[in-house]
């Protein structure tokens, strides 16, 4: 499923696709696919914009991703819903130029506003994509419906390489390495595999 397709990760704010899917996009990428990251929101009102798009930019390299953001399509953070209609025109705008055939995004269920913005707008924007939902339990407001992703030891080393270079964020205890390792652990012991990660099937087209 992920060998040689084109794939759009969606992440409302910087690390939020390398956090839920790193080592996915990493097996992805080393399997012949072709993954863009679309982030669409640097945090402007933080003061650290311009951190957060230098280590964005980091940690795409490390996986292999080709990056798609612009600063004329930012939108301010925790106020996606005020611009609803934005984010839908600028996620169909994406879908002509990309012609993705799997589109990563957060799951449906989220707790944090801008997340479930993106997730549903997603759903109109990318009708005849696959579209799974990475998880991230700090935010998800129930276990996934679980489509389980195998990963190499190699595939979740990329990701925490990754998250290294959000160094700003380091102090989130989301970040913890050990945390990371031991959530693709347990996908890993429910997928009879070493690592995975979770997704939630949305939509599957073939």
């Known amino acids: 499923m992920l060998t040689g397709r084109r794939i759009l990760a969606l992440s409302p704010h910087p690390d939020d ?7 996915t996009i990493a097996r992805a990428v080393a399997d012949g696919s072709t993954v863009w990251c679309a982030t669409l929101s640097f945090c402007d009102e933080s003061g650290d914009a311009d951190v957060l798009a230098r280590e964005a930019a980091k940690a795409a390299r490390v996986l292999g991703m080709k990056l798609r953001f612009h600063r004329d399509h930012a939108f301010p953070v925790r106020r996606f819903s005020e611009h609803r209609q934005d984010v839908l025109q600028y996620l169909v705008d994406l879908g002509r130029e990309l012609d993705p055939e799997i589109v990563l995004l957060p799951r ?4 944090h506003q801008d997340h479930e ?4 707008e ?3 924007a990318f009708p005849k ?5 990475y998880e991230q339990p700090w935010n998800d407001e129930v276990e996934p419906h679980r489509m389980l992703v195998r990963l190499e030891e190699g595939h979740v080393m ?3 390489k990754a998250l290294e270079a959000y160094q700003s964020q380091g102090c989130r205890h989301y970040f913890s390495p050990a945390a990371v390792v031991a959530l693709c652990r347990v996908r890993g012991v ?3 595999s070493r690592f995975a990660e979770a997704f939630e099937p949305v939509r599957i087209t073939v």
């Open 17 to 23: 696709v390398e956090l839920g899917a790193g080592g």
């Open 108 to 111: 449906p269920v989220n707790r």
């Open 117 to 120: 913005v993106v997730a549903c």
């Open 122 to 124: 997603a759903r109109r």
């Open 129 to 133: 994509c696959t579209l799974l939902g």
């Open 158 to 160: 990329a990701k925490l």
């Open 190 to 192: 429910q997928a009879r």
